[in-house]
Nanobody, 124 residues
Framework: QVRLVESGGGLVQAGGSLRVSCTAS????????MAWFRQAPGKEREFVAA????????GYTDSVKGRFTISRDNAKNTVNLQMNSLKPEDTAVYYC?????????????????WGQGTQVTVSS
């Protein structure tokens, strides 16, 4: 059974930092791009960041550029999202996703596997 499990969410004050992680089991995703999406209450799920299978290529939505960093460890089958300078508008459920191919996209429809999500709440 293939699973993506997120961890590391929580409550933090504005300006603070959090690191969310995603661990895959059931198969390796070392040849797949990985990404983080988020969904705030009442809003659609949106792309946050993606990383290619080697980790050499990354992409971010404009609102998190310079604050968030995506990384991966293929030996551990994990992908991380370091979030700094958090803002209340970053509050959302954060989802890890595995792409069908080595290079990712910003479209959720291109991702085959999804985690259950982890809540990130940023207080003002």
């Amino acid at each position: 059974q293939v699973r993506l499990v997120e961890s590391g969410g929580g409550l933090v004050q504005a300006g603070g930092s959090l690191r969310v992680s995603c661990t895959a089991s059931g198969r390796t995703f070392s040849r797949n791009a990985m990404a983080w999406f988020r969904q705030a209450p009442g809003k659609e799920r949106e792309f946050v960041a993606a990383i290619s299978w080697t980790g050499d290529n990354t992409g971010y939505t404009d609102s998190v550029k310079g604050r968030f960093t995506i990384s991966r460890d293929n030996a551990k089958n994990t992908v991380n999202l370091q979030m700094n300078s958090l803002k209340p508008e970053d509050t959302a459920v954060y989802y890890c996703a595995a792409h069908a191919r080595p290079f990712g996209s910003r479209r959720s429809i291109d991702y085959d596997y999804w985690g259950q999500g982890t809540q990130v709440t940023v207080s003002s």
